[in-house]
């Protein structure tokens, strides 16, 4: 007798799809939805000629290039406190840059002090006048001090004008957050071309990121500094 030819069906249930792929395909559509907004005047200066990008980088800002490759900046919000971190970052590593060379250098030339001659990496090793853990411990109280005043002012614009405790100081009204202004402008430049300084400061600040990233690379791969390095060069 031949076989019954018999047809089966199976179902196939789809399971439920996982938390994390769901969040992950929300946060694409989102990022698809950003992508697809107002598009940059393609006449401004642009990090990547002839790419299609974001409006709302609309180059009022110091050193914009367009550059938001995952379109974090698309809040204005938002946008204003990277760009205020940015700055923040710029300027600490120009001061960074400067202690690493700076002291490296006098100490080539031939002058002293307690601690010249000590690596830039080697300088939390270093006796100072008190325990590094107290030293720490202080900077860290007096740097929290200066960032909750510099949020207030940035939430705010203006509450933290007054200093409070030498009350004869203050910066002008109508001062515009992270930048000078009465004592921290001695030489008045702020009313000068203030446009062509903040591009200059924040291109000189985005530089000094980079070196920085630099010296601690430079570091890690040859265990020396990088005016040591550049002589070997």
């Known amino acids: 007798a031949k076989p019954v030819s018999r047809r089966s069906s199976v179902a196939v249930k789809a399971s439920a799809v ?72 710029a300027r600490f590593a120009m001061l960074a840059v400067a202690g690493i060379l700076v002291p490296e250098l006098l100490s080539n030339i031939g002058f002293s002090w307690p601690g010249a001659g000590v690596a830039w990496y080697d300088a939390g090793k270093f006796e100072y006048f008190a325990p590094a853990s107290s030293l720490f411990g202080v900077q860290m109280l007096l740097f929290a001090w200066v960032e909750i005043r510099r949020y207030q002012d940035f939430v705010k614009p203006g509450s933290a004008n007054q200093d409070p405790i030498f009350t004869n100081n203050k910066l002008p009204d109508g001062n515009e957050p992270g930048y000078p202004g009465g004592i921290f402008d001695p030489f008045g430049w702020s009313k000068g071309d203030i446009k062509s300084l903040k591009l200059k400061e924040i291109k000189n600040g985005r530089l000094a990121m980079l070196a920085f990233a630099g010296f601690i690379g430079q570091a890690y791969t040859t265990g020396t500094t990088p005016l040591k390095n550049l002589s070997t060069h």
């Open 18 to 89: 996982p938390e994390n792929v769901k969040e992950a395909r929300e946060w694409i559509d989102a990022w698809k939805s950003k992508s697809g907004g107002a598009k940059r005047d393609a006449a401004l200066p642009s990090w990547m000629p002839g790419a299609d990008l974001p409006g709302y980088l609309n180059g009022t800002l110091p050193g914009d290039f367009g550059f938001d490759p995952l379109y974090l900046g698309q809040d204005p919000v938002k946008l204003k406190w990277y760009a205020q971190a940015e700055l923040m970052n």
